[in-house]
């Protein structure tokens, strides 16, 4: 099969006639869709155009030969699949290429008649849960969906905090964290930083999930179930930008979730020509000595003349950082506990990383205040709860 070179986020497989029509509604409707369909049947017939013309809204190209080695063969290569195969055929054969739940990709199976759109694969992580909903909707199909946590409306541990950017800083208590959900247990929700409009469902937070916002608040709650006789907490979701000891953990429950959200921006400043890896250092030297996770890090903020500094851009480029740049009339308008006349006669501004940090934090605090290490200054900010959708200010870097 000749893949495409720049394939879209999903395929669409079809076999029958009945199935091609069906494929030809969805990518119409869903967008983002290569379709391959069984070239005994003309598309034209369902709605379409030329054979391996590529649509307006969608690429379509008929095969000849065995659908196994065309599914096989392309599996990978595409982030979900919809097929209008039966299911029966379909997981035999997908079966010899299946890798894990962290990269296969979504499968959905839709039947000839466009009643149901099932997901098969990959539910949470590869998100075929949600494909299904949308390919039902577009179809007027019942969307069907058999993982608990979906079915009970409840959190779906693996992905809390996904669609923010959180990551997991260890998963080796998702499953049985995952079952304490959706068995009903206890669940503590501490959260310490990141954005608070993660539960999204239309339905209220389950009883048996109990939310903190502070470590004192969670400490309460749990003295308060051993007060009343109750169980423990089954598990803990930990939502933060600080390193805790398993010590510390095993306080809570038994098994612990650790989410990473993107909570921490860098005030940066340095002088001229100063090496990447010396910036580097400093950065993960005092985040580790001041408790607070590399992986927690949303942005780097610096001064508008620094928006080009090799070592600095470098650093954020590896690490996926955004650069944001002030200019010096927006960094005096923040409050600072350092300000520097020196630094004032050289960049015009009182200061670079305190100021930085705080003015794309959207806050007039500071996490860390200014540390001075050879050729940097460093200064870290939390992002207030009105910037934890994931944004930061930018200013007149890139």
Known sequence: MPWPDHPQPYAAVAIT?????????????????????????????AGGAQEGETFSSFRATPFSGSVRELLQDGFHRYEGWI??????????MIAPVLRDKKTDPAVVVVDDAGRFAISVLSGHLGGANRLAERVAEVLG????????????????????GRSFGWTLADDRHVTPAS??????????????????GWWTRPTPLPPTIHRCDSLEEARGAVAERARQGLPGFGALLLITDRIWSEEELRQFAPYWVVYRPKSLILGIGCNRGTPRAEIEEVVEGTLRAKGLAVDSVAAVATIDRKKDETGLVALCR??????????????????M????????????????????????????????????????????????PDLQNGAVERGAGP
């Open 337 to 384: 506990r350092h300000p520097s006349e020196m630094v004032y006669r050289y960049t015009g501004a009182y200061g670079v990383s305190e100021p930085a940090a705080m003015r794309a934090a959207g806050t007039d605090r500071l996490l860390v205040d200014k540390i001075v290490s050879g050729n940097v200054t460093l200064s870290v900010a939390r992002k207030c």
């Open 141 to 160: 199909a019942q969307p069907v969906i058999t993982t608990a946590s979906d079915v009970g409306r409840t959190i779906a541990v693996d992905l809390l």
């Open 17 to 45: 006639k009945h199935g091609v029509e069906l494929a030809w509604r969805t990518a119409e409707g869903l967008g983002g869709v290569d379709v391959y369909y069984s070239e005994k049947f003309d598309l034209r017939a």
């Open 179 to 196: 079952a304490a959900v959706v068995n009903e247990e206890p669940v503590l929700v501490l959260q310490e930083a990141g954005e608070r």
């Open 83 to 92: 097929l209008f195969i039966s299911l029966g055929a379909v997981v035999r």
């Open 318 to 335: 590896d690490r996926g950082w955004p650069l944001i740049a002030y200019t010096p009339v927006e960094l005096n308008e923040m409050p």
